[in-house]
């Protein structure tokens, strides 16, 4: 497996679609963030939320434009991108992100959706 990776993606914009009432995924339960850094170098990450757990967990990164944020190498895939416990603190980080984001902020807290655990 990958070697461990200090996550600091350097956020400058996440992307998610996201309901009125604060639900940012659909009925089976997955979302897709689009995450860019302020290096201009973006990503999708897919999740998974748990209602009943109140959990969180990222099940796949794609690196969008050919550059990957974490390694900072060029190329298509990367598999320190998708590594299990990177994942994890990829999503903590967007998610940190979009919770104390204006456009997402009040929506997330208002309906208690800001307050699911990440998990593996």
């Given amino acids: 497996m990958g070697g461990i990776i200090v996550i600091d993606l350097d956020i400058k914009d996440v992307n998610v679609q996201m309901e009125l009432n604060g639900v940012f995924w659909n009925e089976d339960g997955t979302a897709e963030m689009m995450v860019t850094t302020k290096e201009e170098h973006s990503f999708i990450l897919r999740l998974v939320v748990d209602l009943e757990s ?15 944020p974490l390694c900072k190498q060029k190329k298509d895939v990367c598999s320190e991108l998708n590594d299990l416990q990177n994942k994890m603190g990829i999503l903590e980080e967007a998610y940190d992100w979009v919770r104390e984001h204006p456009e997402y902020r009040f929506q997330l807290s208002f309906y208690e959706y800001n307050k699911f655990e990440v998990v593996k």
């Fill in 54 to 68: 109140k959990t969180i967990r990222a099940t796949s990164v794609e690196i969008v434009n050919g550059f990957c």
